[in-house]
């Protein structure tokens, strides 16, 4: 398994071999990281302990989101690419060759499950594809999960997945997502970056007949510091690789932190020959709305395996939120 880092000093980077594989100078070569190439300030490393590897905490913590993160002996480290090994189950649902309309049921928090219900129907009858609960809305005691999934299930037609936000306590993430499907859910969102990126891969492996939408908050953090971070390349590659069916891109929207470079490079980490995965359905969120959705296809370069996902765009609809959805569908042809 290699990794590539952009790192300064780039003689740190005998550090972090160390560091991140036998801790100790004199330990066991076969399992020691080494420097494989220097260019400048890029430096790929060989990761021989994790050579096969399939587990994500085992991945995470010896390459990705390592020690490494929390030296004070290095100016800087951003970790670019990884060579992953092969093995790991990526998503369970080919995505769709065609553009897909999403929509997330707003306001984020307040809606009862009568409520949630009502604005769901509004969201289907628009033609949204998909419709999911905002990343804040898990179980609160005015809206339980199970109570809200049966009322939006009962409101939509069965060709339109609910992605139902089942993030939560850990202990209880599976018997969660089990009942969520037999509520009615037709997908389970899950914010992986909060609640451990291991939940991706618990999930897959559980394999509840129902895709898994990836909520990316949380991974900012990890990619918007000046001194340490990850590639924007990296992360999405990892929660497909984990088994997220929809990987969330952001958008070419001023509203995002993203770069049009760094939204076009999870694109085609969602989608590019990866270990034999599946591609993942790229989720273009975040400012979107009826009137940027042709300027952000044409921005994206693709029109195959790709959702575009309407928040609160749609609910500003001159003509109500059933129309703003329409409009969101047609300019999505």
Request: glycine residues 10%; charged residues 20%.
């Amino acid at each position: 398994m290699l990794a590539t880092y952009e790192i300064d000093p780039p003689a740190w980077a005998e550090t972090l071999t160390i560091l991140q594989s036998i801790s100790l100078a004199d330990g066991p070569a076969h399992v020691r990281a080494r420097v494989v190439e220097t260019d400048g300030t890029r430096v790929t490393i060989d990761f021989p302990a994790l050579d096969g590897e399939t587990d994500a905490a085992q991945l995470l913590a010896g390459c990705v989101l390592g020690e490494w993160g929390d030296r004070g002996d290095v100016a800087s480290c951003r970790l670019v690419s990884v060579e992953w090994p092969d093995g790991l189950p990526g998503p369970a649902f080919e995505a769709e060759p065609r553009v897909t309309v999403g929509a997330i049921v707003k306001p984020a928090l307040g809606l009862t499950p009568a409520e949630a219900g009502r604005v769901a129907a509004e969201l289907a009858a628009g033609g949204a594809d998909l419709i999911k609960d905002d990343e804040m809305m898990t179980s609160p005691a005015y809206s339980p999960l199970l109570d809200r999934i049966r009322a939006v299930a009962a409101a939509i037609p069965p060709h339109v997945r609910y992605a139902a936000n089942i993030s939560g306590p850990v202990e209880t993430l599976l018997a969660r997502a089990e009942a969520a499907v037999e509520a009615g859910a037709g997908a389970l969102m899950v914010n992986a970056f909060l609640q451990g990126l291991g939940s991706i891969q618990a999930l897959r492996a559980a394999d509840f007949g129902v895709p898994i939408f990836v909520h990316r908050v949380g991974s900012a953090f990890l990619r918007r510091s000046e001194r340490v971070s990850v590639s924007a390349r990296v992360l999405a590659e990892v929660t497909r690789l984990l088994g997220g069916d929809y990987v969330q891109v952001g958008s070419f929207s001023e509203r995002m932190f993203d770069t049009d470079d760094e939204v076009r490079e999870q694109i085609a980490a969602s989608h590019e020959p990866l270990g034999g995965a599946r591609r993942a359905t790229a989720v273009i969120g975040g400012g979107v709305g009826p009137g940027t959705i042709a300027a952000d296809l044409a921005r994206a370069g693709t029109r195959e395996g790709v959702m575009v996902l309407l928040g609160s765009a749609a609910y500003v609809h001159p003509d109500g939120l059933r129309a703003g959805v329409a409009a969101a569908v047609a300019a999505a042809r």
